[in-house]
């Protein structure tokens, strides 16, 4: 049965493979024994789970609404199943008789019915032990309490070009577990769409889709499925004329990612002559490959952190410095921006102690620079094997997250002691190496002043700028629709960072999302920005649009949209600058 699913197309381009459904790890439980006082308080925990994913189940029948009556079919089979003793009864007889916790109690159910279902001849029936096992993962899933994590081991070991995969949730360190893996695309039903998870996608220049709600539950493995990354939708078992259509519509996207291609060794340069700094976004060394296939001018954010993502510990100071190097003598003696680790939120080195450390609203915690501030040794660490590889390049340093003024000088005094450090030791650095402040803080982009004091150059990360502005968890697909680059109030901040940097000629750049977007590029053109920071695949397409923009004649227009109130009228008149033709195209 062909079915559509709708959500947030975050990295352009169609995919057409098989689903692969990665587990979410919840059935690999921990084994307790409980005790004999205990176990009642066992029991009613596995009922409440029951209960909450009962009325999770009923929520999904009405939201699927006027959906075909095949989901809704599915979601009653889940209810049916669910509803079963042999299910809600016997595990509780489980717990009570082998005093095992209520997860084991549940899974060596699952596995005594499984075992029977792979007996049926039928095959309808035989496919049902996967229905068992879905329900079972949720009921799982409330009893750990939180939704976790698909595990890597289910994704280590599979490949292929057609492969799509269907998850839950990825967290920005499984995406970089499967990165260098080739698959064609993945869809997942949580995530917004400058989640770094959806960075990651972008990166990796392959269709997905976040915040699709239901796909791992009505998704089968090896379905064939139809990734729609550019308007966010999945069309699940496509009929043949759905897939010769989508088959054609492939063959466009990759034809015209061809043409802009041949932009690579073009200059960015306006049509009245205005040089553009187009730069790119990495994650880790391996990816200055596809920079320099991109024909950036240079690597304007390195996020270091990804390398090192949920390996479990600190990376060394010759670590650090063996993988920065690796990216600098890539670059060749293109200028690179490195970013000291913004670690915390979303991304972190070791699960255990993070869970511990995890605080009710992360995004706001310690996190990003207030972490490193607040583990000198770490932060001593990477400064030193940063500077260490500025004789191999042109390296400047990038701090992320910074609001406060004693922030910046304890960062600086921190550099000065790494410097400090590494003379006493007479190892070379660069001793003007440049350091620069990320914008992300609606603080700093208002009391910007004191980053263009301190600092040698700016970066405004749109990403956690929107986030923290409108107070919208980036991640969050349930408040993605309130997440808006063209909010006044975001303007308003983008506009006066700018133009102040202008004032006191201290270099601005952006290297949140926002840049790597040919629809705001003239916006941002007009506003007075000239480096621009994105990740590598949309670089020609950015490029393409310089090429067409004419600055003398966007300025005005833009100047009257920054005093619009409204982000509809806002749209509107983006839709109309993006129009205007002032020249000739390319
Ligand atoms: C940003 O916040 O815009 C940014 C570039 O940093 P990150 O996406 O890594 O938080
Ligand atoms: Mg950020």
Redesign the pocket.
Not at 461 to 465: A, S
């Given at each position: 049965m062909s079915f559509t699913l709708h959500g947030l197309g975050v990295s352009g381009g169609i995919a057409i493979g098989q689903a692969h459904l990665i587990s979410q790890a919840t059935l690999e439980v921990s084994h307790m024994v409980i005790a004999p006082r205990l176990v009642e308080k066992e029991i009613a925990r596995f009922e409440a789970a029951i209960t909450r994913v009962r009325e999770e189940f009923a929520t999904m029948k009405n939201s699927v609404g006027n959906s075909p009556a095949d989901i809704g079919a599915f979601i009653d089979l889940h209810m049916m199943l669910l509803s079963d003793p042999e299910l809600s009864e016997v595990p509780k007889q489980i717990i009570r008789e082998r005093r095992c916790n209520a997860e084991w109690a549940l899974v060596q159910q699952m596995e005594v019915l499984v075992a029977q279902f792979e007996q049926i001849d039928d095959v309808y029936l035989r496919e049902r032990s996967y229905d068992v096992r879905q329900v079972v993962e949720r009921v799982v899933r409330e009893l750990v309490g939180r939704p976790t994590n698909p595990s890597f081991k289910s994704v280590k070991g599979i490949k292929g070009e057609n492969v799509i995969l269907v998850a839950h949730d990825l967290s920005p360190s499984d995406v970089m577990a499967f990165k260098d893996q080739h698959f064609a695309s993945f869809v997942t039903d949580v995530g917004g769409a400058t989640s770094?998870t959806a960075?990651l996608a972008r990166g990796m220049g392959i269709p997905a889709i976040l915040g699709l709600h239901n796909a791992r539950q009505l998704i089968r493995d090896k379905e064939t499925l139809i990734v729609d990354g550019t308007r966010g939708v999945l069309i699940v078992n496509p009929d043949v004329r759905v897939l010769e259509e989508y088959e054609l519509k492939k063959g466009q996207f990759e034809l015209e990612r061809s043409k802009l291609r041949l932009l690579k060794t073009a200059r960015a340069t306006t049509l009245d002559k205005v040089k553009i700094d187009l730069l790119a976004n990495i994650e880790e060394p391996e990816d200055v490959e596809a920079v320099l296939e991109s024909g950036a001018d240079g690597v304007g954010?390195f996020?270091t952190e990804f390398i090192f993502l949920g390996r479990g510990d600190m990376p060394s100071e010759d670590e650090q410095f063996e993988a920065y190097r690796k990216a600098v003598k890539g670059m060749d003696g293109r200028p690179i921006t490195i970013r000291t680790f913004?670690l915390g939120n979303d991304k972190n080195l070791h699960s255990d102690i993070d869970e511990d450390r995890r605080r009710d609203n992360p995004a706001l915690g310690l996190r990003s620079i207030r972490l490193s501030l607040s583990e000198p040794k770490t932060f001593q660490a990477q400064l030193r094997a940063i500077l260490r590889v500025s004789k191999l390049g042109k390296v400047k340093i990038l701090i992320?997250m910074m609001s406060h003024a004693h922030q910046i000088d304890q960062t600086l005094a921190a550099l000065e002691q790494a410097k400090s450090s590494l003379r006493g030791e007479r190892v070379a650095f660069d001793e003007n190496i440049e350091i620069g402040g990320m914008i992300?803080v609606p603080a700093a982009a208002l009391a910007v002043g004191m980053f263009l004091r301190r600092l040698h150059f700016v970066s405004i990360?749109?990403?956690?700028?929107i986030q923290y502005t409108l107070a919208i968890d980036r991640s969050d697909e349930q408040v993605a629709y309130l997440y808006d680059p063209l909010h006044p109030a975001v303007l308003m901040l983008l506009s006066h960072v700018i133009s102040s940097a202008e004032k006191a000629n201290i270099p601005v750049s952006m290297?949140?999302e926002m840049a790597g977007d040919p629809a705001l590029t003239r916006l941002l053109l007009g506003m007075g920005l000239r480096q621009f920071s994105m990740y590598p695949a949309q670089i020609p397409a950015v490029k393409q649009r310089v090429k067409q923009s004419d600055i003398s004649l966007l300025t005005p227009v833009v100047r009257r949209m920054l005093r619009m109130e409204e982000s509809g009228r806002l749209q509107e008149q983006l839709e109309r600058l993006n129009a205007f033709v002032p020249g000739v195209y390319v």
């Open positions: 770094h960075i954010l996020r913004d992320p992300e990360g749109t990403n956690d700028l290297c949140g």
